[in-house]
């Protein structure tokens, strides 16, 4: 397949994406890929670079992308990769280190080492709404990266849960309470800790809509977070636990996780924005309890600045993300592991109304993808 000089991509212009011609296509290195874009999924981390002016002006936009491979670096383990093989990645896009490459584009540059390898038998899915399962559509290839990488992040390498499959026996001995279970980290923190038996049950906080859902995943129990009293129901009836997860980690989530705690004994609290790590009310703030979080961002071999923050270099958190790539890849193959129920869109116009439809919230329990 012959690769042009330039391309269609999203750009940051002025406050919003805007689609250009003529852009250039990122050139390859000796340790990367290139890959031809079919479908690429959406995340809010795309409105909140916008809208925070933190993505560079002139940057292309988006994360999640499956496609094609087309061109191949010289130092890249050729036994392992091939023209024409289908890959899906996390893309840096809207980076002040790589304004040159972002998912919503034509071709995009990827790491080899970080990326999920899929059948060449994938199909576009005819529907526009699409229920939860296989991964045998490049809609549903497209949809899973960034929020999969953190799920994987906060569970195996925060909480430290082992890679094994189904044990017999539960890693620990006491309950997992995942607050905010059908966002896309919940969905699939929900599927790993059931399928590791990382604990004696799992305790999901959603709303009630979502239940036959996140029980299909391995949810034992569902409080419904729009219940005022929500944390008196579980504390009620929860009075110890010491594992718990905020997959929507906004400063309300993270106080009513904290309040979930047990009051005795360690107890930690993971979720996934650094800079709420300090925002406990005064009156519920107690010695036992950790919070831990994550970024993404760790995964890459450089820093990566977004606006005002930059996200260092952590070559552990790479190696272990590297390491649940290789042992989650079959159980997407095999359908062990489900995508998220999902909502399509098409072409670039179409990644521009899932990103905004998100600054509306209109994506309870979904992920939206569009096809290029």
């Given at each position: ?22 852009v ?15 479908a ?11 809208d ?6 002139g940057c ?6 499956v ?23 996390v ?31 994938l199909t ?27 799920a ?5 390498y ?26 896309g ?59 718990l ?35 406990i ?9 950790e ?6 961002y ?12 930059t996200v ?25 592991i ?26 309870s329990?979904?992920?939206f993808?569009?096809?290029?």
């Open positions: 397949m012959s690769v042009p000089t330039t391309m269609k991509a999203l750009i940051n212009e002025g406050g919003k994406m805007v689609l250009k011609e003529n250039p296509v990122p050139k390859l290195t000796e340790t990367t890929m290139l890959v031809k874009t079919r690429v999924g959406s995340n809010p981390f795309e409105a909140l670079l916008i925070f002016k933190f993505a560079p002006e292309i936009m988006g994360s999640d992308m496609g094609e491979i087309v061109e191949i670096g010289s130092k890249v383990d050729q036994t392992q990769y091939q023209v024409g093989d289908v890959v899906a990645a893309i840096n896009g809207g980076t002040v280190q790589f304004p040159d490459n972002g998912a919503y584009s034509e071709y995009v540059k990827v790491d080899p080492n970080t990326i999920f390898k899929f059948p060449k038998t576009f899915t005819k529907k526009t709404d699409v229920a939860t399962g296989k991964f045998d559509t490049w809609e549903a290839c497209a949809s899973f990266p960034m929020v999969f990488y953190t994987l992040a906060g569970t195996f925060q909480l430290k849960l082992k890679l094994e499959w189904q044990p017999e026996e539960p890693q620990y001995d006491h309950p997992i309470l995942i607050w905010g279970g059908a966002t980290v919940g969905q699939y923190a929900i599927q790993f800790v059931k399928q590791v038996h990382g604990f004696t049950k799992i305790i999901v906080v959603a709303s009630k809509k979502h239940e036959k859902l996140l029980k299909s995943y391995g949810a034992d129990e569902i409080f419904d977070y729009h219940d005022e009293d929500v944390v008196e129901q579980i504390t009620a009836k929860y009075d110890n636990l010491r594992t997860m905020d997959c929507r980690s906004l400063p309300k989530t993270i106080n009513q996780t904290y309040r979930c705690a047990s009051k005795t004994g360690k107890v930690i609290l993971m979720q996934y924005v650094p800079s709420f790590v300090d925002c009310d005064g009156e519920n703030k107690r010695d036992n309890v919070i831990t979080t994550t970024n993404l760790q995964l890459n071999e450089v820093p990566i600045t977004f606006g005002p923050m260092p270099v952590d070559p552990k958190y790479r190696a272990k993300i590297i390491e649940c790539i290789k042992f989650f890849n079959p159980k997407l193959i095999s359908g062990d489900k995508h998220t129920p999902l909502k399509v869109y098409k072409g670039f116009e179409g990644a521009i109304e899932m990103v905004d439809d998100i600054r509306q919230h209109k994506n329990g979904i992920k993808v569009s096809v290029l």
